[in-house]
């Protein structure tokens, strides 16, 4: 289990400690193996707290400036599920933001003056305007739209070759997710819906999104898709799907494999 601190507690046991070097996405590992576990940092940087996986401290380090990475191996966030536990997976992936944070975070947003760090929690303050600033989450609603026994699906600009997936959009200021959903479906295929449900969520560090899962019920309209974002969608039978993810590492995967299941398919 991970427990997120922004300070080490006085008797954490740090003989060896989890460390999670990081640049702009890239998380630097043991060569063909996992986090690197030792007592000392593997390269020199400035290194961030994050918490503590089962009784191990867990250490951010930026390598931004450093062009040294030791003889480490760079691993893009991305292709590093599957190669370590989940849970280290989504540590490495705070690791990212926290990374991120930290450096976007070193001068006050209103009026430029180097900022303080709060001792108890993440918040950046400014010692002259007292402006605060935490870590940036933003939002996104992502859908399984579900018509009788078929499931919408889109194959969206973002996807290298032609793959299948469900709907996402940024939540904007003052929406609701339901709203936001409602919206989103409108804008990216021209179809209402209701029933809107919420399935679960997840956290998505590329760069600072949280994915909240929802499934909902098609009530009127034709496909009409969004040309800026979206090449096509269409209506899909359990088998009969197009090039997809099913489970794995994101909540598209976990809506589509949930939906399957209660299909009948398994
Ligand atoms: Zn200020």
Redesign the pocket.
């Known amino acids: 289990m991970f427990t997120p601190a922004p300070n080490p507690p006085a008797d954490l046991d740090q003989s060896e400690s989890i460390w999670i070097p990081i640049r702009s996405g890239t998380a630097f590992v043991e060569p063909g193996g996992g986090l690197v576990r030792d007592k000392v940092a593997p390269v020199e940087a400035p290194n961030l707290f994050l918490g503590i996986l089962d009784d191990t401290a867990v250490y951010a380090l930026d390598l931004h400036d450093t062009s040294d990475e030791g003889d480490l191996e760079p691993v893009h966030l991305r292709k590093l599920y599957g190669r370590i536990p989940d849970e280290e997976w989504v540590v490495a992936g705070r690791a990212e933001q926290i990374v991120n944070y930290e450096r976007t975070h070193i001068y006050?947003g209103?009026?430029g003056?180097p900022t303080e760090t709060n001792s108890h929690d993440r918040g950046k303050v400014?010692p002259?305007?007292k402006?605060m600033a935490f870590p940036r989450l933003s939002p996104a609603m992502i859908v399984l739209v579900e018509k009788d026994d078929q499931a919408l699906l889109a194959w969206g600009r973002q996807f290298p070759g032609r793959f299948f997936s469900t709907l996402a959009g940024f939540v904007e200021p003052g929406e609701s997710l339901e709203q936001a959903v409602e919206r989103e479906v409108m804008e990216e295929v021209g179809l209402k819906v209701d029933e809107i449900s919420y399935f679960g969520s997840q956290p998505w560090p590329f760069p600072h999104s949280l994915m909240c899962g929802f499934h909902c019920r098609y009530v009127s309209g034709e496909i009409k898709i969004q040309e800026e974002e979206i090449i096509e969608a269409g209506w899909f039978h359990a088998n009969d799907l197009p090039p997809c993810p099913v489970g794995g590492m994101s909540i598209a995967g976990w809506l589509i494999k949930d939906w399957l299941e209660r299909q009948g398919v398994h």
């Open positions: 006050c209103r009026c003056t400014c002259k305007c402006h």
